[in-house]
């Protein structure tokens, strides 16, 4: 059976500390979500009398060119759906989204699994907020002001220099769950439900890890699903021997990952909410983009390969790491849980993150990996010195990413940083060799929701 219009959005995230670290479940990771959500608008294909259209059509209506058009079929011996791209008006073989098609095509093998009707044609509509991808045609730190909440961005998807917000893993929750709920709508009727979550985080985590081609922590699909949380991931068993859509039993095996049934390999991931405000009301975290973007496979690569070639040093780096991110949420708990408007004391986060970053540096240096450049270590700096800036880091993988800042959430703070960005230059000779043009501040802020349900008729200017 399924709906005639649904709306599904997801949370992007920003990994303040455990890099690398949370790879090992010995290990967690702080991440926090953030308020730039990527939505998926569905309806239903109305075919006109006496002709049969057997065609899914997803639309990113943003990008130029950014159209993918699908024919799906029922492989045999159970290998679940298979979806082609089909040659349209723009479909160059540059065009193929890889996100997209997995995630179509795992979706659709659940939904089918769980509710025997047949698949009919539907059109999917991707609208992502702007600060995903770095634009070209804003200026400088100024946060974009515009009535309506989507940008066009003239350009193809491909083209889009992302800022690090995790947008596949965004993209990957709110469009798997636009699927099941559009052919399996008994299988997301609540969204609070602890046990629907669960299967839309598992179903979202193996069709991302599919299409990355490789099983990662995993940390940013939680946070697209749950929002903000100490993350201690999964063991990669679970996914692992899954096979890919086509193998024999496919769709088996992927109901009983998706519905926790095996119990041979049972989710061990662990997504603590004690710490789900990560940054307290009184701060407010911000980012920098400094419109370079990084090549995180490499660097995890070269980061593993030195940890595995250097055991004895690594352990005291990742143990110490550990220590300072554990103290580093404790902190940042503790004054979430003071009275609002309290006179606040941050010296202990200050000094928390400046022992986190210094251990990230040396983390960079003995494994030759740039998690924290030169350029973003002089940033992050002189960021530092405004007034009500507590600390800075470099998220995530670290690299060119967009700078992560926590301020005091006061007018004063916020207009210091962007009046200091305005003038803001680093010129090659200055950078270690990489010198970076305007750094934008993005609108970006905390917000704690993980996956959730839209009010469909909001997106009816993009659904042409
Ligand atoms: N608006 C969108 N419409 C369609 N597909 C998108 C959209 N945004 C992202 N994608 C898909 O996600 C891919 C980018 O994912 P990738 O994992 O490289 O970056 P990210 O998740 O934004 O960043 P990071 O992993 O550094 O946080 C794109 O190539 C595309 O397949
Ligand atoms: C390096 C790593 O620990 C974090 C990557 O984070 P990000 O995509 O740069 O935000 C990889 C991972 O956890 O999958």
Known sequence: MDQPTAAFSAPGKVLLAGGYLVLDRNYTGLVCGLDARIHVHVHK??????????????????????????????????????????????????SRNKFVETALAYALTYASAVDHT??????????????YYSHPGSSGSEIPTTTDRFLGFNVPLHEAHKTGLGSSAALVTAFTTAVVAHYAPHAVVDMSSAQEKSRLHNLAQAAHCAAQGKIGS?????????????Y????????????????????????????????????????????????????RLMMCDVDCGSETVGMVRNVLSWRKAKPEEALLLWETLQKGNEDLATELQSLASKPANSSEDYENIREVMLTIRSLIREMSSKSGVPIEPEVQTGLINACCQLPGVVGGVVPGAGGFDAVALLLEDKEYAIDA??????????????????SIGKVRLLGVKQEDQGVRKET?????????
């Not at 095996?253 to 926790?260: A, C, F, N, P, Q």
């Open 456 to 464: 469909p008729t909001n997106y009816q200017d993009w659904l042409r």
């Open 417 to 434: 940083l962007r009046q200091f960005l305005e003038n803001y230059r680093v010129k090659a000779n200055e950078g270690g060799g990489v």
């Open 218 to 230: 995993g940390f940013d699909v939680a946070a697209a699903v749950y929002g903000s949380c100490v």
């Open 118 to 131: 047949k698949i009919g044609p539907a059109s999917f509509t991707i609208l992502a907020d702007t600060d």
């Open 232 to 283: 201690r991931r999964f063991s990669p068993s679970i996914l692992e021997g899954l096979g890919d859509v086509g193998v024999k039993g496919f769709s088996t095996r992927l109901k009983s990952i998706v519905e926790d049934t095996d119990p041979t390999k049972k989710w061990d991931m662990k997504i603590d909410k004690k710490f789900a405000a990560v940054v307290p009301r009184d701060l």
């Open 45 to 94: 294909l109305q075919t006109s009398p006496g002709l049969t259209l057997s065609e899914i059509i997803v639309k990113s209506p943003q990008f130029r060119d950014a159209e993918w058009r699908y024919g799906y079929r029922e492989t045999e011996e159970g290998g679940g759906i298979e979806v082609t791209q089909l040659k349209g008006h723009s479909t160059s073989a540059q």
